[in-house]
């Protein structure tokens, strides 16, 4: 034991040691991590936090795993996960989501309660602290659409409501105050029919399963470039099927690095500087990854 690990014990946070990376992300790479925590609440949150600084240990919370990638190397800190933060309280059609909801969860739900507006989120593979604090989105919405609200936890340890306007949200981008971690969103909705709302969302991921790949992967390897779709300059690289080591760039969406088989962290960035080369080359372009790696 050491002083991380005996301070946020003796509060009865859950946590565990050496936790193998590759089972925390989505592609399916990366070394050991050092701590992965579980708080339950805001107060757990800052505990932990707090421990993490005073034992000058590194950390940041982990979501769902889509989007980030953790070094071969391991993450020498505390990684957290808010998956116990997952409630979801309704007031006619506005909904306070926990941070650890998982999105496909969600779609679900409010499909079930006859509120529309969401659909999108059925085939996002994250939760919804994270989508929030990079506006993820789909099919042409983003979940800042449906944001009326956000409860943060401050870099002093207070929880304190946001105004989602405040936040300066774009394309897959927020801006929120440094060191500030999400605890719950507000959502508005539309009532609507749930056969129709089910209906919508059907359409929705039948169109991911044509159009985006089954293998493992870490969600679009590449941001668009204004409003040109990354993958149109990937496509002309002819690299579509490209592979190093375990990492392929899917013959299915060539904006996706697939991990087919044994992939490392190393072999997929490996693989995606090719390809932000060659588009450099051919465009005068260079591709802005989506993807963060945590090191």
């Known amino acids: 034991m050491d002083e991380f690990s005996?301070?946020?014990?003796?509060?009865?946070?859950?946590?565990?040691?050496?936790?193998?990376?590759?089972?925390?992300?989505?592609?399916?790479?990366?070394?050991?991590?050092?701590?992965?925590?579980?708080?339950?609440?805001?107060?757990?949150?800052?505990?932990?936090?707090?421990?993490?600084?005073?034992?000058s240990m590194p950390y940041r919370v982990i979501g769902g795993g889509s989007n980030v990638l953790l070094s071969d190397r391991g993450y020498d800190g505390v990684l957290i996960r808010l998956s116990a933060m997952d409630r979801v309280e309704r007031s006619g059609e506005t909904l306070t989501v926990g941070a650890g909801v998982k999105m496909p969860v969600l779609a679900r739900h409010l499909a079930e309660c006859g509120l529309s507006g969401a659909e999108f989120a059925c085939g996002i593979p994250g939760t919804m602290g994270g989508a929030a604090a990079v506006n993820a989105g789909a099919f042409g919405q983003s979940v800042s659409d449906l944001l009326v609200g956000i409860t943060a936890l401050t870099a002093e340890g207070r929880s304190e409501r946001f105004d989602p306007r405040e936040l300066d949200y774009g394309y897959h981008r927020a801006v929120l105050p440094s060191e500030t971690i999400l605890l719950s969103m507000t959502l508005r909705l539309t009532e609507s029919d749930r056969d129709t709302i089910f209906a919508r969302m059907e359409e929705m991921r039948e169109k991911r399963r044509r159009t985006q790949p089954k293998d493992p992967s870490a969600g679009s390897v590449f941001r668009r470039v204004g409003l040109v779709p990354a993958a149109l300059y990937v496509e002309r690289t002819g690299l579509k099927g490209m592979r190093i080591g375990g990492a392929l760039l899917s013959p299915v969406h060539c904006n996706f690095i697939v991990n087919a088989g044994g992939a490392t962290t190393e072999d997929y960035f490996a693989l995606a500087e090719k390809v932000r080369e060659k588009v450099k080359a051919q465009d005068g372009v260079l591709l802005e990854y989506e993807v963060e790696r945590i090191c």
């Open 6 to 55: 005996d301070e946020i014990g003796r509060f009865g946070i859950r946590f565990k040691r050496d936790v193998p990376g590759k089972s925390l992300t989505t592609f399916g790479s990366g070394g050991k991590v050092r701590y992965l925590a579980f708080p339950r609440n805001a107060e757990e949150l800052h505990k932990v936090l707090s421990a993490a600084k005073s034992a």
